[in-house]
C-alpha cells in the first residue's frame, strides 16, 4: 500500500526542494500551502496543485512540517487533533522538538531528519553551472534521524523518506533528538558558522590593512581547501613546525579556554529556546 504524505509549507524554499525529490517516488504527496507565491512556484516550477488543510489530513499517514522552527510548536497544535493514532510527524530540524514543541500525544509518531550538506571535498559541489552547495539537487550528503518517540519498526519508515527528501544520500546515521541538537545549533551553527564569520572579518581586516580584496580572498579559500583536508584527513599530511606554532600560540588567542561548554545542556537549550 503506497504511503501518503502531508507536506506542509511546500511552497517554501525547502518545501520545493522536498517536492521535487518527492515526485520521483511512490510516496502520494499532499501539498499544503498558504502563500499565494508559493502556490504559484509549485505550479510553474513543478506543475503541483496544492490542496486544503482537511483534504492533506483526510487519512494520511505522514505528516512534514517544512516550515520555520518558530511556527512548528503552532501549527503542530492546530493539526495534532485531527490525527489518528500512529500517524508520524516529520520535523526537519531538532530545535523545536527538542525544545517540547510538539504536542503532548504518545500514540503519535514523532520524527526528526536533517541533512549533513555535501562535503566541501565531494566534486559535485563544484560543478561548473550548476554547482549544489546545499544539496538535494545533484550532489551526495549525508543524513541524520531521530525517532523521538513511536515504535522502533518506524523508523525505517521516516528513514527512507529522509533519504528521498534529501537525495543523493551517501551515508544515513541514526541519532537521537539529544544529539542532532549537539550537531545543531552546537558544532554546526554555535561553533562552525560563528568562527567561519569570524574567519571573514579576518579577511576584511587584512584588507583594511592594504591587502588587495581578491587576493586576500584566494589566499583565505585556498588555504582553507589545503588546511581543511590535512586537519580532516581527506589526505595524509602534516602541518609545518611554523604553521604548528601559529596554532599553539594562535588559539589561546582567538579562543576563551572554556569553549567546549558551549555543547553544555544549559547551553544547547537556551540556544535553541532563542531559535524557536
Request: net charge negative; charged share 20%.
Amino acid at each position: 500500500m503506497t504511503q501518503s504524505i502531508a507536506l506542509f509549507g511546500a511552497g517554501g524554499k525547502m518545501g520545493v526542494r522536498l517536492s521535487g525529490n518527492l515526485q520521483k517516488s511512490a510516496y502520494q504527496v499532499r501539498h499544503v500551502e498558504v502563500g499565494k507565491a508559493g502556490r504559484k512556484r509549485l505550479k510553474d516550477e513543478l506543475g503541483v496543485e496544492c490542496v486544503s488543510v482537511d483534504a492533506a489530513l483526510d487519512g494520511v499517514d505522514v505528516v512534514i512540517l517544512a516550515v520555520p522552527d518558530t511556527l512548528i510548536g503552532k501549527l503542530a497544535a492546530e493539526i495534532a487533533p485531527r490525527l489518528p493514532a500512529g500517524t508520524m510527524v516529520m520535523t526537519l530540524d531538532a530545535a523545536a522538538p527538542f525544545a517540547g514543541h510538539l504536542p503532548q500525544r504518545a500514540d503519535l509518531t514523532y520524527f526528526v531528519a536533517h541533512p549533513c550538506h555535501p562535503s566541501i571535498f565531494a566534486p559535485e559541489v563544484h560543478v561548473a553551472g550548476a554547482p549544489d552547495y546545499f544539496g538535494g539537487v545533484s550532489a551526495p550528503q549525508s543524513i541524520v534521524s531521530a525517532l523521538m518517540q513511536g515504535p522502533d519498526d518506524a523508523f525505517a519508515l521516516g528513514e527512507d523518506i529522509a533519504k528521498t527528501i534529501y537525495q543523493p544520500i551517501v551515508r544515513s546515521y541514526r541519532v537521537t533528538v539529544e544529539q542532532m541538537a549537539l550537531l545543531e545549533p552546537g558544532l554546526s551553527e554555535t561553533v562552525c558558522a560563528t568562527l567561519l564569520d569570524v574567519m571573514r572579518e579576518a579577511m576584511d581586516e587584512v584588507v583594511s590593512r592594504g591587502v588587495p580584496a581578491e587576493a586576500a580572498r584566494d589566499f583565505l579559500l585556498g588555504h582553507m581547501t589545503i588546511l581543511s583536508a590535512v586537519i580532516f584527513k581527506q589526505i595524509p599530511g602534516q602541518f609545518s613546525d611554523a604553521c604548528n606554532k601559529a596554532i599553539t600560540f594562535g588559539k589561546p588567542r582567538l579562543m576563551r579556554d572554556d569553549w567546549k561548554a558551549v555543547f553544555d545542556g544549559n547551553e544547547i537549550a537556551e540556544s535553541i529556546e532563542r531559535i524557536t
